[in-house]
C-alpha cells in the first residue's frame, strides 16, 4: 500500500523510517519516539526558543466559559502569557496557556502543544499563528486578511461569465439540491460534517452547505436558513434564546446530534426524499397476431395466440414488428371469443385492438409489461 504512495521503507531498501505501534498496547511507542530522536539528529533538525513564536492551530473551539479556544502547536519560539499574536484572520492577546495535562503554564516552547486562550474569534484549523509587538498591528493585519478574503470570495462568485451561467443553469435544471446550516462545537467537527455533506448524491441530488461555523446557533444562522428554506443542524451545540425564538416564528426547523452518523444518515434520508421515483417495467407476457380483422364500431383487430406469460387488459402494451417497437400504448378492447375479459394465459387464442392504433399485420409480436414505481434511495 505505501509503495503505491511512492512511500518505500527501510525494510524494503529505503530511507523512511517505519515503527510498528498500538494505540491500545502501547507497543512501538518507545521504539518510535527513539526514532523520531534519531531521524531529528541525523536531519539536524533544530528549532530557536530565543524568538517570537509561530504555530500551527491544530483544533479551535468556542468554549462556553472560556470564550474561543485554539489548540496551537508551537513549531518555533517561545509563546508566552501576555503575548500579541494574529493568527489567520483573528487576533489576540495570550490570556492563559494550558498544556497537555491541564494544568496553567507560563510559556510553550518549540514541539509543545498548548490551548491558547484571549482570540477575538474562532480561527480555522490549519492557521499559522505568529507574534506581533503590538495591539494596532495584529488588528491592522487581521483586519486585512479578512477583507482580503471576503473580496477572494466575492471575486469568486462575481467572476462568472453569462455563458458559464448559461451552461451551470443547464447543468442544473435536473438537479434537485438540499440546502442546510451547519454549526458544531469545535473547527474539526464542522470541516467532517461538511466533507461528509459533499459526497451525499447523485447527478440528481445533492447537498449544498449554506455555511458552516463553529459555536452555538445565531438568529443570523436561522435568518441565512429561512431564505433559503433550509434547516439548522447542530452538532454537540444549542440554539440561543432568541436564535430558537427567531426559528419558531420563521419555521425553521433546528436539529440536534451528538453523533455524525446520526446526522449523516437523517440527511442522506432527507436528500432521498428528492430524488425521483423509479420506474420499473416487469414483462409479463407476449402474444403473436395470427390474423387481422375488422369489425365495425372497433376497428382493426388482432387474432393472437398468447405465447408467454399472460394478457392483461389493464397493461401497457408494445407491437413489435422484427424485433423492432413500432407502437407503445394500451388495450382498447382484449376478448376471449365473444366475451371481455380481463386477462387471458399462456396457450390459449384472444383477440385484441390497440387504443387509437391500426397498423396491425398478421405475424407481428405484442409485447405485455407493467410498471412499477420503485421508491429510490441514496446509498
Not at 530522536?37 to 528549532?47: T, V
Not at 414483462?283 to 398468447?306: M, P, Q, R
Request: aromatic letters at 4%; charged letters at 30%.
Amino acid at each position: 500500500d505505501l509503495l503505491m504512495h511512492e512511500v518505500i521503507v527501510e525494510k524494503m531498501s529505503g530511507d523512511v523510517l517505519d515503527v510498528e505501534v498500538s494505540a491500545t498496547t502501547g507497543q512501538g511507542l518507545d521504539t518510535l519516539l527513539e526514532n523520531i530522536a534519531l531521524q531529528a539528529e541525523l536531519l539536524d533538525l533544530k528549532s530557536n526558543p530565543n524568538r517570537p513564536a509561530m504555530g500551527a492551530v491544530i483544533e479551535a473551539q468556542l468554549d462556553v466559559g472560556r470564550g474561543p479556544v485554539a489548540t496551537v502547536l508551537v513549531q518555533s519560539g517561545t509563546l508566552r502569557k501576555g503575548d500579541i499574536f494574529v493568527v489567520g484572520e483573528k487576533w489576540g492577546k495570550v490570556r492563559s496557556l494550558i498544556d497537555s495535562k491541564g494544568e496553567t503554564v507560563a510559556e510553550a516552547g518549540p514541539s509543545v502543544p498548548v490551548e491558547v486562550l484571549g482570540l477575538d474569534g474562532t480561527p480555522q484549523a490549519g492557521d499559522v499563528l505568529n507574534v506581533v509587538s503590538t495591539e494596532a498591528q495584529a488588528r491592522e493585519i487581521a483586519e486585512y486578511r479578512e477583507n482580503a478574503a471576503k473580496e477572494k470570495r466575492a471575486a469568486k462568485g462575481a467572476a462568472v461569465t453569462l455563458d458559464q451561467m448559461m451552461a451551470d443553469a443547464k447543468t442544473n435544471q435536473n438537479v434537485s439540491e438540499l440546502p442546510i446550516v451547519v454549526k458544531a462545537d469545535v473547527q474539526g467537527s464542522a470541516e467532517a460534517i461538511v466533507q461528509a455533506m459533499e459526497k451525499i448524491g447523485n447527478d440528481e441530488v445533492r447537498v449544498r452547505v449554506l455555511h458552516s461555523g463553529v459555536g452555538a446557533i445565531t438568529e443570523s444562522d436561522v435568518n441565512l436558513a429561512e431564505a433559503s428554506r433550509a434547516p439548522v443542524l447542530g452538532f454537540n451545540v444549542r440554539a440561543h434564546a432568541n436564535a430558537r425564538q427567531s426559528a419558531n416564528q420563521k419555521g425553521v426547523e433546528l436539529r440536534y446530534y451528538s453523533v455524525i452518523y446520526d446526522l449523516v444518515d437523517d440527511i442522506k434520508a432527507a436528500a432521498s426524499g428528492l430524488l425521483s421515483d423509479e420506474i420499473r417495467e416487469k414483462f409479463i407476457g407476449y402474444a403473436t397476431i395470427k390474423e387481422v380483422f375488422h369489425v365495425s364500431n372497433v376497428g382493426k383487430v388482432a387474432g393472437c395466440l398468447v405465447t408467454e406469460g399472460v394478457a392483461r387488459r389493464s397493461a401497457g402494451v408494445r407491437l413489435l414488428r422484427d424485433d423492432v417497437v413500432i407502437h407503445e400504448g394500451t388495450l382498447k378492447t382484449l376478448k376471449r371469443y365473444k366475451d371481455e375479459v380481463a386477462e387471458v394465459q399462456s396457450g390459449q387464442e384472444c383477440g385484441m385492438a390497440f387504443e387509437r392504433y391500426e397498423d396491425i399485420r398478421e405475424g407481428d409480436v405484442i409485447e405485455i409489461f407493467e410498471r412499477e414505481t420503485v421508491e429510490r434511495n441514496l446509498e
